[in-house]
């Protein structure tokens, strides 16, 4: 199983930008497609962003696209989220998962194996 750890929330005015980070260890990390997914008080989680393992092929939220990218390094076993013009809806707990099937394009919560403890994002008016 790989571990993940995530890096980069933080507090920032609604139309600013965050970068999140989230390294990989203790696996080969190209054998695994990577997502975001967020979580606010009282709500589900829910999926934001993935990208299979070659970095080539990306989904999306409803909800993030066009503001929000996801890419991968597979040199530094990292994924990133790069999030521009944020919302305050946009406030929530941040996760990166893996999922073990590299070409898959799921947003089901029960197809990533393995988790980071999140970094949270909080967007002021």
């Known amino acids: 199983q790989v571990q993940l750890v995530e890096s980069g929330g933080g507090l920032v005015q609604a139309g600013g930008s965050l970068r999140l980070s989230c390294a990989a260890s203790g696996g080969t990390f190209s054998d695994y497609r990577m997502g975001w997914f967020r979580q606010a008080p009282g709500m589900e989680r829910e999926f934001v962003a993935g990208v299979t393992w070659s970095g080539t092929i990306t989904n999306y939220a409803d909800s993030v696209e066009g503001r929000f990218t996801i890419s991968r390094d597979n040199v530094k076993n990292t994924v990133y989220l790069q999030m521009n013009n944020l919302k305050r809806e946009d406030t929530a707990m941040y996760y990166c998962?893996?999922?073990?099937?590299?070409?898959?394009?799921?947003?089901?919560?029960?197809?990533?194996?393995?988790w980071g403890q999140g970094t949270q994002v909080t967007v002021s008016s």
């Open positions: 998962a893996a999922d073990q099937r590299p070409w898959g394009m799921s947003m089901r919560v029960a197809d990533f194996g393995s």
